[in-house]
Nanobody, 127 residues
Framework: QVQLVESGGGLVQAGGSLRLSCAASGDTFSKYAMGWYRQGTGKEREFVAA????????FYADAVKGRFTISRDNDKNTMYLQMNSLLPEDSAVYYCAADPHGHIRVLTTYFKALDAWGQGTLVTVSS
């Protein structure tokens, strides 16, 4: 089972940018499709973005389209989330998760069934 560690969170003003990283270990990273998720205070965890194992396909929640970019470097066993034009409503704990079966529908919709999650990194956007 792959182990995941997120980093890169912090405090940023509205309109600013952050880049989150998700470092993987313990298994062959390139065989996993990956996703980013977030959970705001008092809210359900929600899908943010997903990327196929080869990075050939990417998917985004409507709320972040055009502002966030998901990418991965299989040589570095790391996935990224570049977040631009941040809004206060983007404040949340951001988590990464991995799916060894590459099912995008699972990553985008049924992600609560995923087994491999990181511990999360906090993003706070001030107005």
């Amino acid at each position: 089972q792959v182990q995941l560690v997120e980093s890169g969170g912090g405090l940023v003003q509205a309109g600013g940018s952050l880049r989150l990283s998700c470092a993987a270990s313990g298994d062959t990273f390139s065989k996993y499709a990956m996703g980013w998720y977030r959970q705001g205070t008092g809210k359900e965890r929600e899908f943010v973005a997903a990327i196929s194992w080869s990075a050939g396909s990417t998917f985004y929640a409507d709320a972040v389209k055009g502002r966030f970019t998901i990418s991965r470097d299989n040589d570095k066993n790391t996935m990224y989330l570049q977040m631009n034009s941040l809004l206060p409503e983007d404040s949340a704990v951001y988590y990464c998760a991995a799916d060894p079966h590459g099912h995008i529908r699972v990553l985008t919709t049924y992600f609560k069934a995923l087994d491999a999650w990181g511990q999360g990194t906090l993003v706070t956007v001030s107005s």
